[in-house]
């Protein structure tokens, strides 16, 4: 494995300077980001492995949905329909995808919605004759066309982006710097029993500051 990730580190520099390049220009925003006239809330993670946002999802959907009408935008992974779609009674997976489908039946309260577009989704739900107050971007940390209110990165106990590399030597879509983006960043798939100070451990090695 060791000689694998020598071999392979080339193609992480170049892919690490293409994402990076990427990043700078939306920071110094020669390319521009639509920002939505309603609060948007990016969930997603640096790494390619599971890390737990539908579970994220759905406690933001707990927590605000009682409060505001609140839509969830994402991809449509794996889906079989094209452009927007909009959840509705007559919606299966091939329509939604997997999580999204999920997220229309569980929740009867909200509006799910997908769109490879973002900016065209967040915009189509705008022009609803009920617009949403707020929007649950799922997976689109990287997502840098649309601007977020917030954004929360979350990483996986087991598998921290601090020990992680670049595709392809390790997971990480993009470098670890990309982790000062986020607004919050949540440790997920933990220990019951995690220790007080095991939490410090991590957060020194996320660099993680208190407000």
């Given at each position: 494995?060791?000689?694998?990730?020598?071999?392979?580190?080339?193609?992480?520099?170049?892919?690490?300077?293409?994402?990076?390049?990427?990043?700078?220009?939306?920071?110094?925003?020669?390319?521009?980001?639509?920002?939505?006239?309603?609060?948007?809330?990016a969930i997603?993670?640096?790494?390619?492995?599971?890390?737990?946002?539908?579970?994220?999802?759905?406690?933001?959907?707990?927590?605000?949905?009682?409060?505001?009408?609140?839509?969830?935008l994402s991809?449509?992974?794996?889906?079989?329909?094209?452009?927007?779609?909009?959840?509705?009674?007559?919606?299966?997976?091939?329509?939604?995808?997997?999580?999204?489908?999920?997220?229309?039946?569980?929740?009867?309260?909200?509006?799910?919605?997908?769109?490879?577009?973002?900016?065209?989704?967040?915009?189509?739900?705008?022009?609803?004759?009920?617009?949403?107050?707020?929007?649950?971007?799922?997976?689109?940390?990287?997502?840098?066309?649309?601007?977020?209110?917030?954004?929360?990165?979350?990483?996986?106990?087991?598998?921290?982006?601090?020990?992680?590399?670049?595709?392809?030597?390790?997971?990480?879509?993009?470098?670890?710097?990309?982790?000062?983006?986020?607004?919050?960043?949540?440790?997920?798939?933990?220990?019951?029993?995690?220790?007080?100070?095991?939490?410090?451990?991590?957060?020194?090695?996320?660099?993680l500051k208190?407000?």
């Open positions: 494995m060791k000689m694998l990730r020598f071999l392979l580190f080339p193609f992480g520099i170049l892919y690490g300077m293409i994402t990076s390049i990427r990043n700078f220009f939306y920071d110094k925003e020669i390319f521009k980001s639509y920002q939505a006239p309603v609060p948007v809330i997603g993670n640096l790494s390619t492995g599971g890390t737990g946002k539908s579970p994220q999802t759905e406690y933001l959907i707990r927590l605000l949905s009682d409060k505001y009408r609140v839509a969830v991809r449509g992974y794996k889906r079989k329909s094209k452009g927007f779609v909009l959840a509705d009674k007559n919606s299966n997976v091939e329509d939604l995808g997997d999580e999204p489908f999920q997220f229309f039946t569980k929740f009867k309260n909200i509006l799910v919605a997908v769109d490879a577009h973002r900016k065209n989704g967040i915009q189509q739900l705008l022009q609803l004759e009920t617009p949403p107050e707020v929007i649950l971007l799922d997976d689109a940390y990287q997502h840098r066309k649309v601007k977020a209110t917030a954004y929360i990165l979350l990483t996986a106990y087991s598998d921290l982006y601090c020990d992680d590399f670049i595709l392809p030597v390790g997971n990480l879509r993009e470098a670890k710097v990309g982790a000062k983006r986020a607004d919050f960043v949540i440790v997920t798939k933990c220990p019951a029993n995690i220790s007080e100070a095991e939490k410090e451990n991590i957060r020194k090695k996320l660099l208190y407000n």
